[in-house]
């Protein structure tokens, strides 16, 4: 049952003896206070080093692809069922939200967003407004603009009241590892050229629910 344990959660050995002990040899509930015991420290694993990890991909009707590298702290968690659900689960979220461009608002880079500001500032709807006040309605248009071309701020396609960064938060509670995303790369066929538009989110999300 300890092997179990830890093959499912990633736990240590140590911390699933610990868990079962606590709760009178009970799977599910050792599982969840591993869980519940992940979340407490999940804020200071995210300093710890993530070499090993996984490259993942997913390719939609053979018209759009993703790959994706997400890294974590062993290879025994890289190599865990968990880890590489949310290595899917992520590429096919890439997938569905075409939008995004970058993993955080962080790796958005500075030009780019002052250069979004100067556009917004200069749109017709606001140029009669007093400065503070288009400033400030700015402001919150860029910030929106931020949250759509961020990975991590997206909403989850299996769960929209989940943003994927919880999402993390949550695995990394679960197999005790600090967990990055570290780039990935979207093709899609015929990019460029003039084609109808398609709805990728509106598949995927369909695609997930018969799944």
Same mark, same amino acid.
């Given at each position: 049952?300890?092997?179990?344990?830890?093959?499912?959660?990633?736990?240590?050995?140590? &911390?699933?003896?610990?868990?079962? !002990?606590?709760?009178?040899? %009970?799977?599910? #509930?050792?599982? @969840?206070?591993? $869980?519940? /015991?992940?979340?407490?420290?999940?804020?200071?694993?995210?300093?710890?080093?993530?070499?090993?990890?996984?490259?993942?991909?997913?390719?939609?009707?053979?018209?759009?692809?993703?790959?994706?590298?997400?890294?974590?702290?062993?290879?025994?968690?890289?190599?865990?069922?968990?880890?590489?659900?949310?290595?899917?689960?992520?590429?096919?979220?890439?997938?569905?939200?075409?939008?995004?461009?970058?993993?955080?608002?962080?790796?958005?880079?500075?030009?780019?967003? &002052?250069?979004?500001?100067?556009? !917004?500032?200069?749109?017709? %709807?606001?140029? #009669?407004?007093? @400065?503070?006040? $288009?400033? /400030?309605?700015?402001?919150?248009?860029?910030?929106?603009?931020?949250?759509?071309?961020?990975?991590?701020?997206?909403?989850?396609?299996?769960?929209?009241?989940?943003?994927?960064?919880?999402?993390?938060?949550?695995?990394?509670?679960?197999?005790?590892?600090?967990?990055?995303?570290?780039?990935?790369?979207?093709?899609?066929?015929?990019?460029?050229?003039?084609?109808?538009?398609?709805?990728?989110?509106?598949?995927?999300?369909?695609?997930?629910?018969?799944?």
């Amino acid at each position: 049952m300890v092997k179990q344990l830890r093959e499912e959660t990633g736990a240590g050995m140590m &911390d699933c003896k610990r868990a079962l !002990e606590n709760n009178d040899g %009970d799977f599910d #509930k050792a599982r @969840e206070f591993l $869980r519940k /015991k992940g979340l407490a420290s999940a804020e200071k694993k995210a300093t710890r080093i993530t070499a090993e990890g996984r490259v993942g991909s997913y390719i939609h009707d053979n018209r759009i692809g993703v790959l994706i590298e997400v890294n974590c702290e062993t290879d025994f968690v890289a190599r865990g069922e968990i880890f590489q659900q949310l290595v899917d689960d992520l590429a096919m979220q890439l997938v569905a939200c075409q939008q995004v461009k970058f993993v955080s608002i962080e790796d958005i880079p500075q030009e780019f967003i &002052d250069k979004e500001k100067e556009i !917004e500032m200069q749109k017709e %709807d606001l140029l #009669k407004k007093p @400065e503070a006040i $288009r400033s /400030k309605i700015v402001d919150g248009r860029i910030a929106k603009l931020l949250n759509e071309l961020a990975l991590l701020e997206q909403p989850y396609i299996k769960d929209d009241s989940l943003l994927i960064k919880d999402l993390i938060k949550q695995t990394v509670a679960t197999i005790g590892e600090n967990i990055k995303v570290r780039r990935f790369e979207r093709f899609v066929l015929g990019e460029g050229l003039q084609k109808r538009s398609q709805d990728f989110a509106a598949e995927v999300a369909a695609q997930t629910k018969k799944s």
